[in-house]
């Protein structure tokens, strides 16, 4: 009896339908984020410091990437950094005989990886000589 009650409960269970739940996806979100706005650069020492208005996003924005040459005008760009806020600096910038230009460009992520971007060109003055020059003596001073 114990067999047939569990074939009978078996069987209910293999023949009931299951129930019907409504999948709902999510729409993808294929909207870019807004470029950057009013990018600019200042050259402080030893480093190039960018700020610029924030992007806005129909879901939300999820970072800055910040890219830059190398003392040429294009290519390739390199990773700076990454940031949630709307400035950012980079030092180091190689010091040269002759002034360097340095093609930054900032770019705005969303979630989905949607992304937009806003270009600047930065002229770094050819180098100083160095102080004190070469040869010259040094003297170290202390304060007690």
């Not at 067999?3 to 979100?29: C, G, K, N, S």
């Not at 970072?63 to 950094?81: A, D, L, Q």
């Amino acid at each position: 009896m114990k067999r047939l009650a569990a074939i009978i409960a078996a069987a209910v269970l293999l023949l009931t339908p299951a129930p019907a739940f409504a999948a709902t996806d999510p729409e993808p979100d294929t909207e870019r984020p807004t470029a950057p706005g009013n990018l600019t650069a200042t050259l402080g020492p030893g480093g190039i410091h960018l700020s610029w208005d924030a992007s806005t996003d129909n879901v939300g924005l999820l970072y800055y990437r910040i890219y830059s040459t190398e003392c040429s005008w294009n290519w390739p760009r390199f990773h700076r950094g990454t940031t949630t806020d709307t400035t950012f600096a980079f030092f180091g910038y190689a010091s040269s005989a002759q002034p360097c230009v340095y093609g930054i460009t900032v770019q705005a992520y969303d979630a989905a990886m949607n992304s937009a971007y806003a270009d600047i060109w930065v002229t770094v003055p050819q180098a100083p000589p160095p102080f004190p020059p070469p040869g010259w003596p040094t003297t170290a001073h202390s304060r007690a």
